[in-house]
């Protein structure tokens, strides 16, 4: 009996048996409610099917979550600026290729420049943001605050206010699919990006770096480390994963809206970390939880989706899930559970008692 | 380093304050002389800073008392539009009279207070992250409400709005040769009701000076004896009332509601906050700041629209070019102190 008790405990007890289990009760609500959820299917080559949706839609998340988790991790705050910078990304992309025209079906630059001069945009807002935090010491949220509310607006300036359109077919491939691949190419990207950042954080010091930072930021600059230049590259990182996230997205519909590229992102950001099991307040964190959490995510949009439940009305069902994952990671929470507990238990033993 | 001496000998507060008065008093000059022949010297045009701003007035009092208190509220905006859209269903769909409506419509923002100042103060979950999360129910339920926008035909209601309360000087001759005085809204009115006793509050009563003390240190206001957690819950509860009753106001100018409304109200209001003075740190902040803060966006908008050629968008790039520069600034201070 112990014996199985404790094994109990230890999966309990894992990291990432929470983000696990979100994600199963997501997943089994939608066997209850839509009997084909897991049915895949085969058109052209191409798989089809809830499940492989949600792999694909949640590719964005998935990059900007890794960003995210970093940040989370080495500064104990979060850069809400993520969603902003997708845009302004995908605003330079296309301004770039469609060389200042509103609708092109011809790239008027090398598709290369445009990507790379996207990129080092996102690279420079990273830079901007680590810069107020790590060397000016300003609250992560509140330095991350001034991109969120510029950010749109250089992208509308980019765009000069409309939607530019890239009506060319190679365009769209980084959000669709290449021809005899069953899988859309953002899950790649995604995998891409996760992999290459993990195999950074194991392979080098680095992971240890931001853990012992995000735990005390001052012992670590005493043993040594340099911890303004470690938390100044987690925002750099971020920025990079947003301006990835935002090419992606601007491919999917092949065009730049500076309005509604991104937006409302980096709540689900953030929502994937906390998902993952990583605590919010910096130190210790799990990538593969973030990930696991991005997912969980998607699976939960497309579910609320699939209920007919509308993109306007959708914050309402994720804020009341926010709260509830946040609530019982509280200190506050912990302490009701353990006085719970400790009834519970000496109630068996005044029964035996008895 | 001459200039970190200048940091340390000016007296951070008053200086902040007085920077931002005086850049608020520079700007509108600046706005007097190259837009003389567009009259913008006008008292009128004055004024219409407060009337298209009342409701911004009073939500940014509120983010002053939670930021005072070391918290942040980015919910506001999506609070505002929520009450907008509440007002707007209730009386044009529900049938309920004006005062019934705004009443409820306060009580909501008591209670929407409430819970974020639950969470944040007896949970101990970081502020930002609940108002994140109030932020988007709030905007969520206000589409749940209608996704369709809802004018207000209701009678009373727009006579609250329009009407017009004279100034008995100030006035000039229009073309046809008659008096025209400069006028407000009653919404304005209310606005600077609402601030003069928040200022007071904070000055004078024991709730006030508990939040300076709570915001500058939690743990030497609990060495005092304070109870943090309610000086928290009660900040926030304060602030969702105010941010519902800006929210009224709000609707006043509006007059109606839908989905997208005062989206960015919240980047406004902490602007306004920080460039008026306001610690984001906590613990140092005042309303009057505020209320310039608020003028200097306001003039911002207006320099827009008298210039006619720029876009809107220019607002949002200016307001987060200033708020960089007072952050920074604050940063400074806060580096020079240390130092000290």
Known sequence: MPEIKGRIKKITSHRLFLPLLCLALVLLFNIATTPDFFKISIKNGMLYGYTIDIINRASELVILSIGMTLVVAASGGTDISVGAVMSVAAAICCFILSGGEHSVSQYQNPFALGIILALLASLLCGCFNGLLVAKLKIQPMVA???????????????????????????????????????????????????????????KTALGIYIQSVGINSKASRLVGLKSSAIIFFTYVFSGLCAGMAGLIASSRIYSADANNIGLNMELDAILAVALGGNSLSGGKFSLLGSIIGAYTIQALTTTLYAMNVSADQLPVYKAVVVVLIVSLQSPFAHKLLQKLKSRLLSGNSQRRAA | MKLENFFKKVNGQSFMLSVTIGLFAVMYIIGMIVFASKGFSNLQVFLNLFISNAGLIVVASG?????????????????????????????EKGGISAPAAVLICLLTGLVFGLVQGFLVSYFGIQPFIVTLAGMFFARGMTAIISTEMISIKNELFLKWATAK????????????????????????????????????????????????????????????????????????VLNGFLCSLGGVLFALNSCSGFVEQAKGFEMDAIASAVIGGTLLTGGVGNVIGSLFGVLIKGTIETFITFQGTLSSWWTRITIAALLAFFIVLQSLFAKAKEKK
Do not use: H, W
């Not at chain 1, 959000?175 to 859309?184: C, F, N, R, T």
């Open chain 1, 144 to 202: 991350t605050l001034i991109l969120f509310t510029a950010g749109r607006g250089i992208a509308q300036l980019v765009t000069e206010g409309q939607i530019t359109y890239i009506r060319v077919p190679g365009y769209k491939i980084l959000g669709s699919a290449i021809p005899g691949i069953p899988l859309p190419l953002p899950v790649f990207a995604a995998v891409f990006v996760a992999l290459i950042t993990a195999l950074v954080l194991k």
């Open chain 2, 63 to 91: 983010m002053t008392v939670v930021m005072i208190a070391g918290g942040i509220d980015i919910s506001v905006g999506s609070v505002v539009a929520m009450i907008c859209m509440m007002l707007a269903s209730f009386m």
């Open chain 2, 165 to 236: 309360i004279y100034l008995p000087f100030g006035g000039y001759v229009n073309k046809k040769g008659t008096m025209i005085y400069p006028y407000i809204y009653p919404s304005v009115v209310v606005a600077l009701i609402a601030l003069v006793l928040v200022f007071a509050m904070l000055k004078y009563t024991k709730f006030g000076r508990s939040l300076y003390a709570v915001g500058g240190n939690e743990q030497s206001a609990m060495l005092m004896g304070l109870d943090v957690r309610k000086v928290k819950l009660k900040a926030y």
